[in-house]
């Protein structure tokens, strides 16, 4: 089994969907225990994988291929393996989507339904960072989106089926791009290689556009528009302004489970493909448009704190922020140095834990006060210290206090700003400065929301509010308990990605 552990991750939770189906709707606690088994069963397969995982090399690990099928003059196949870049993420998969299924457990409605496509999401999120051909990687990547568009379509708030189809229709663009360009990258080198064969391995591909044929053939006019095309399908999903605005609607009308994971794990697909391909296979032209993902990642940072400031809903507030903290992850990999890209994959982990908390925290609030107006809540602390308590301790996190891991990222991310090669970066210093001023916006959003939530006097109408339950102690203290062992032992997650990191900067020149 351990020898194909990448096959397993995926097919998991697929196997769990379809037992589910078989199960009747009224048997709901068997449901649930059910997913929350598949679930955990996944965590631990990451866990193995983590632990199997040969730090010194920057290769893939775990590789497996096997000959799908051929189309016309394409040979697809389903190729699979894990490096530095992907295991932190797959266990960042399981992990939030485990913590969302137990957050899930007091929901009524459709019961059966919701978890079979909650597993089915978590084998298309697992499937995205196995993936090594093109169109696998696809597929996989679309699989995440009808289960999402469903979990905020049905399960979500009043303006849900809006929210949902703005999710589907822009994140549906997203992948038509970048399906798109998968094609012209293959033509491209297909041509250029002729009349050897040519597959749609994300690994081939990669060589043959640094070290092949294709490195010098294919005109530098033509990589640069594949490179911002790219870019563009990835930054909807990160997502990076202008393509921002589905984000908020999603996140304010999703159930807290759903939020979790889009947070924590589906953002994070965004960030991921852009390094995997795009600065995987076309290194030379992520150097030459350095300087634009940086100004554009300053602008989220700053954009997206401004108007976290100004929100009057608290989810809302949560939402933007994660727009603002995306904009840490495209400056560190601008910055083309070691320290920028590990700050940018600390960034993607780390945000996943603390977004996730914090939706969690706001939907538990919210099933208490049956509000999320920050101006109607105030002296929770008072009514629920526990939940108030870790809601703090996610702000905190979240602003990036030391000995959290949201400090140890934002510090790597700087630190490769302002360390980013002169010839490929030269505003790199004006840049960081700037971005700077977001974090400090950050910090004011944030303890802004916590002074009028959770202190000041005590609001009679939440004297008798019942404080977090046993089951809610499960994610809280998960979460958080990641969230902490990153920030004082960020080691553990550099000794992972340090050699995959050095390996790509090295390709880019930094």
């Known amino acids: 089994m351990m020898g194909n552990i990448l096959l397993w991750l995926i097919v998991v939770p697929l196997v769990g969907a379809l037992l589910i189906l078989t199960i009747p709707r009224e048997y709901t606690n068997v449901i649930r225990s059910l997913a929350g088994l598949t679930a955990a069963v996944a965590l631990v397969l990451s866990l193995v994988l983590w632990g199997m995982f040969d730090r010194g090399a920057a290769g893939m690990q775990f590789y497996e291929q096997l000959e799908w099928f051929t189309l016309g003059f394409m040979q697809v196949n389903f190729e699979i393996g894990a490096d530095?870049?992907?295991?932190?993420?797959?266990?960042?998969?399981?992990?939030?989507?485990?913590?969302?299924?137990v957050a899930s457990f007091t929901i009524e409605h459709r019961v059966k339904e919701f978890y079979v496509w909650t597993l089915v999401l978590l084998t298309g999120m697992l499937g995205v960072f196995v993936a090594l051909d093109m169109f696998l990687f696809f597929l996989f990547f679309e699989l995440t989106l009808i289960p999402m568009f469903f979990l905020i379509g049905i399960w979500g708030g009043k303006m849900r089926e809006y929210a949902s189809f703005k999710f589907l229709i822009y994140t549906g663009l997203g992948s038509g791009i970048m399906f798109i360009t998968f094609i012209v990258i293959y033509v491209q080198a297909a041509l250029v290689s002729f009349p050897d064969p040519m597959s749609f391995s994300i690994v081939e591909l990669?060589?043959?556009?640094?070290?092949?044929?294709?490195?010098g053939a294919v005109g530098g006019a033509m990589k640069g528009g594949m490179f911002l095309a790219l870019f563009t399908a990835f930054a909807i999903k990160l997502p990076?302004?202008?393509?921002h605005t589905w984000l908020p609607n999603a996140h304010v009308e999703a159930p807290t489970a759903a939020s979790m994971i889009l947070a924590g794990v589906l953002l994070k697909m965004g960030g991921y493909g852009l390094i995997r391909v795009g600065f995987g296979i076309m290194p030379d032209q992520?150097?030459?448009?350095?300087?634009?993902?940086?100004?554009l990642g300053v602008i989220n940072i700053i954009y997206g704190?401004?108007?976290?400031?100004?929100?009057?809903?608290?989810?809302?507030?949560?939402?933007?922020?994660?727009?603002?903290h995306m904009g840490i992850v495209l400056?560190?990999?601008?910055?083309?140095?070691?320290a920028g890209m590990q700050g940018a994959i600390f960034q993607l982990v780390s945000h996943g834990f603390i977004s996730a908390l914090l939706f969690f925290m706001v939907g538990a609030i919210y099933s208490r006060t049956k509000t999320r107006t920050i101006s109607e809540m105030g002296g929770l602390s008072h009514s629920v210290p526990v939940l108030a308590g870790f809601m703090l301790a996610a702000a905190m996190a979240s602003l990036g206090l030391p000995g959290m891991s949201g400090f140890v990222s934002e510090l790597m991310a700087f630190i490769g700003i302002f360390g980013a090669p002169a010839e490929?970066?030269?505003?790199?210093?004006?840049?960081?400065?700037?971005?700077?001023?977001?974090?400090?916006?950050?910090?004011?959003?944030?303890?802004w929301a916590m002074q009028r939530t959770t202190f000041g006097p005590p609001k009679e109408k939440y004297a008798g509010l019942v404080d977090a339950k046993p089951l809610e102690y499960v994610p809280m203290v998960g979460l958080l308990a990641f969230t902490i062992l990153i920030g004082v032992y960020p080691f553990i997650l550099s000794d992972v990605i340090n050699t995959t990191v050095i390996d790509l900067v090295s390709k880019i020149g930094g």
């Open 331 to 338: 400056l560190g990999i601008a910055s083309i140095t070691e």
């Open 286 to 295: 992520a150097a030459r448009f350095a300087t634009l993902i940086a100004v």
């Open 424 to 447: 490929i970066l030269p505003q790199a210093v004006t840049l960081g400065v700037i971005a700077v001023v977001g974090i400090i916006f950050t910090a004011a959003y944030l303890l």
């Open 84 to 101: 530095g870049l992907s295991v932190p993420l797959i266990a960042l998969t399981t992990i939030v989507t485990l913590f969302s299924i």
């Open 240 to 243: 990076v302004f202008p393509f």
């Open 305 to 324: 704190a401004l108007l976290a400031l100004v929100q009057t809903d608290l989810k809302a507030l949560v939402a933007y922020s994660s727009i603002s």
């Open 206 to 215: 990669t060589e043959a556009y640094t070290e092949g044929a294709a490195a």
